[in-house]
């Protein structure tokens, strides 16, 4: 049989992303992951006892709508819920949002980010081009330059793997150029709960624009990677045409009931958000004073570090240690002089500190 497959899809390649698994390893809990960008206090210690009391559904088929999960983020975000779609991971997000609005349209990406903007665009039969900068901040004037009418601008925000948080007044100027121009602007904050200042989100423009869709996950903020919960929010319009491209029952009941317990744990939010700052702080300084290695300023709970060692070596060299790291060399926009350390506890990260120095 002769197979006829689309030649999007044939072309396609899966994004390196960081993880045990990722890295082509079985799980060993003695290995410290700095390689995933996951909140350093795991998930709130008030949902330990939920896998067990939520055993009964198993069994069960999970509301295909997540409706009571979408009820608790429409208080948490103060969006309504017909303007919020969640899925199996912000990832199924990014791809159905592709599919849905940017078939033959026009991409504009700011790079080294996220890889999975490009490939699921590419897969949709999107045109991609690259903006390269360190920070968005500072090259902001030309960014807009590229932005041209009915196309859809991706913005990571702060952003994988820099850790640059964009102001909203910069993030404003994207929105309203882009608005003026027809065109969408998909802005990932995944990790803003764990920014230095999350205030910075632009949650409160969705009732001012509606070309805006903001992707929000769980996975980070709140610990839950294994449970993959991500959401969006957008217009109804465009939460609209997504639900009705969705596959059913994406989203796991268990998954649902731990995410939505999770919400009320805010004050878990604050506690991580200051070990953060005080670790991020503290493994800047301490990486700064080693020779041949370089930590570019963050915002977020990773920080992107030059190396003059090979970062593939680097990598094997801390694994060792049972230390994994994330060798940014698959980032478009950047090479193998780069990685990325996630912000773990104290004491891990003295254990990483430690193993830099001995290299």
């Given at each position: 049989?002769?197979?006829?497959?689309d030649p999007s899809?044939?072309n396609?390649?899966?994004?390196s992303?960081?993880?045990?698994?990722?890295?082509?390893?079985?799980?060993n809990?003695?290995?410290?992951?700095?390689?995933?960008?996951?909140?350093?206090?795991g998930?709130?210690?008030?949902?330990?006892?939920?896998?067990?009391?939520?055993?009964t559904?198993?069994?069960?088929?999970?509301?295909?709508?997540?409706?009571?999960?979408?009820?608790?983020?429409e208080?948490?975000?103060?969006?309504?819920?017909?303007q919020?779609?969640?899925g199996n991971?912000?990832?199924?997000?990014?791809?159905?949002?592709?599919k849905?609005?940017?078939?033959?349209r026009n991409?504009?990406?700011?790079?080294?980010?996220?890889?999975?903007?490009?490939s699921?665009?590419?897969?949709?039969?999107?045109?991609v081009s690259?903006f390269?900068?360190?920070?968005?901040?500072?090259?902001?004037?030309?960014?807009?330059d590229?932005?041209?009418?009915?196309?859809?601008v991706?913005?990571?925000?702060?952003?994988?793997?820099t850790?640059?948080?964009?102001?909203?007044k910069n993030?404003?100027?994207?929105?309203?150029?882009s608005?003026?121009?027809?065109?969408l602007?998909?802005?990932?904050?995944?990790?803003?709960?764990?920014?230095?200042?999350?205030?910075e989100s632009?949650?409160?423009?969705l009732?001012?624009?509606?070309?805006?869709?903001?992707?929000?996950?769980?996975?980070?903020?709140f610990?839950l990677?294994?449970?993959?919960?991500g959401?969006?929010l957008?217009?109804k319009k465009?939460i609209e045409?997504?639900?009705?491209?969705?596959i059913?029952?994406?989203?796991s009941?268990?998954?649902?009931?731990?995410?939505?317990?999770s919400?009320?744990?805010?004050?878990?939010?604050?506690?991580t958000?200051?070990?953060?700052?005080?670790?991020?702080?503290?493994?800047?300084k301490s990486?700064s004073?080693?020779d041949?290695?370089?930590?570019?300023?963050?915002?977020a709970?990773?920080v992107?570090?030059?190396?003059?060692?090979?970062?593939?070596?680097?990598?094997?060299k801390?694994?060792?240690?049972?230390?994994?790291?994330?060798?940014?060399?698959?980032?478009?926009g950047?090479?193998?002089?780069?990685?990325?350390?996630?912000?773990?506890?104290h004491?891990e990260n003295q254990?990483?500190?430690?193993?830099?120095?001995?290299l």
């Amino acid at each position: 049989m002769r197979l006829k497959v689309d030649p999007s899809a044939v072309n396609h390649k899966a994004v390196s992303h960081g993880g045990i698994y990722s890295a082509g390893l079985e799980f060993n809990s003695k290995i410290l992951d700095f390689s995933s960008n996951v909140n350093p206090l795991g998930f709130p210690p008030a949902i330990r006892g939920d896998l067990k009391k939520n055993s009964t559904l198993f069994s069960v088929y999970p509301d295909s709508d997540s409706t009571k999960l979408r009820n608790h983020l429409e208080k948490y975000t103060g969006i309504a819920k017909n303007q919020i779609i969640v899925g199996n991971g912000a990832t199924e997000i990014i791809y159905n949002f592709c599919k849905a609005f940017l078939n033959k349209r026009n991409v504009v990406i700011s790079i080294p980010t996220f890889g999975e903007y490009e490939s699921a665009a590419r897969l949709n039969g999107a045109r991609v081009s690259y903006f390269k900068t360190m920070n968005l901040n500072c090259d902001i004037d030309n960014f807009l330059d590229t932005i041209s009418k009915n196309h859809c601008v991706f913005v990571c925000n702060p952003n994988n793997p820099t850790g640059v948080l964009v102001s909203q007044k910069n993030m404003s100027k994207i929105l309203s150029l882009s608005h003026a121009r027809s065109a969408l602007v998909f802005v990932d904050e995944c990790f803003i709960e764990l920014a230095s200042n999350p205030k910075e989100s632009v949650v409160s423009k969705l009732c001012e624009f509606d070309n805006l869709f903001i992707l929000r996950s769980m996975t980070k903020s709140f610990g839950l990677a294994g449970l993959r919960v991500g959401y969006g929010l957008g217009s109804k319009k465009m939460i609209e045409v997504l639900n009705k491209i969705k596959i059913p029952w994406n989203v796991s009941g268990i998954a649902q009931s731990i995410a939505t317990r999770s919400l009320s744990n805010k004050s878990h939010l604050t506690k991580t958000r200051t070990l953060i700052k005080k670790e991020r702080e503290f493994l800047r300084k301490s990486i700064s004073k080693i020779d041949g290695l370089q930590c570019y300023d963050s915002d977020a709970n990773f920080v992107l570090i030059k190396s003059k060692i090979n970062s593939k070596q680097l990598q094997k060299k801390l694994l060792k240690k049972n230390i994994l790291i994330r060798d940014c060399s698959s980032f478009r926009g950047l090479d193998n002089r780069f990685i990325r350390i996630a912000i773990r506890t104290h004491s891990e990260n003295q254990k990483l500190v430690k193993e830099l120095e001995r290299l």
